[in-house]
């Protein structure tokens, strides 16, 4: 059974600051693995996703990268801005054919 | 269209009663999944469909729900005899297929039932 762990469940950094965020998952057959964040009150919006044959994607300040033999992916958010202010989540790994497992989430506050 | 639409926003309830919920995915999309949002928590998965056969239904909290798609395009989410405790936000999301695994989502349904 996939279990996807987010770590920590809350980070609160001052503005300006590189963080990483973290997420853990149990199933060794590894296929995508997608970073959302979601506003108070709001959908989900995709960040970076990361397909099987790629150990990282970029856009922008993010970076998220995949190690299979770990079971790990992290967030890494550079020169935080109080605008990264969201939760955090991490979904899958999962292919086309499964369904998709998310993680509990990672409530992140920068402060001005 | 140009996302995924999910219709109603909100909608309130008496318990007991049936509610249906309804999900456009994008245009062309053969997957689409939903997931239930309690407050507060983490997306909890009900159900996936690849075109109009749904192969996981395993979330699905009880016979009180089903889903069904049509046409590989709209899925609605049926809820019998309301509990209060399936108050929550409805999410919908699509995704492309096998070659682009990539998920867009609705702005979801806040269910209340009173």
């Known amino acids: 059974k996939q279990e996807v762990t987010q770590i920590p469940a809350a980070l609160s950094v001052p503005e300006g600051e590189n963080l990483v965020l973290n997420c853990s998952f149990t199933?060794?057959?590894?296929?995508?693995l997608q970073w959302f964040r979601q506003d108070p009150g709001k959908g989900l919006t995709s960040l970076l996703l990361i397909q099987s044959s790629q150990r990282e994607q970029t856009s922008g300040r993010l970076n998220a990268s995949l190690d299979k033999s770990s079971g790990r992916s992290t967030l890494y958010i550079a020169a935080s801005q109080p605008g990264d202010s969201a939760t955090y989540l991490c979904?899958?790994?999962?292919?086309?054919?499964?369904?998709?497992?998310f993680g509990s989430g990672t409530r992140l506050s920068i402060r001005p | 269209g140009a996302g995924v639409s999910q219709s109603p926003s909100n909608k309130v309830t008496e318990k007991g009663k049936d509610v249906e919920l309804r999900c456009d995915p994008i245009?062309?999309?053969?997957?689409l999944y939903w997931y239930r949002q309690s407050l507060g928590q983490g997306l909890e998965f009900l159900i996936y469909?690849?075109?109009?056969?749904?192969?996981?239904k395993s979330g699905l909290p009880s016979d009180r729900f089903s889903a069904e798609r049509t046409g590989g395009s709209v899925s609605t989410l049926t809820i019998q005899r309301t509990q209060q405790e399936d108050s929550a936000v409805y999410l919908c999301a699509s995704s492309p297929g096998q070659t682009d695994e990539k998920l867009f989502f609705g702005s979801g349904t806040q269910l209340s039932v009173l």
């Open positions: 245009s062309g999309h053969t997957a």
């Open positions: 199933d060794s057959a590894i296929y995508n």
């Open positions: 979904a899958g790994p999962y292919s086309s054919a499964s369904k998709i497992i």
């Open positions: 469909f690849q075109g109009n056969s749904a192969p996981d």
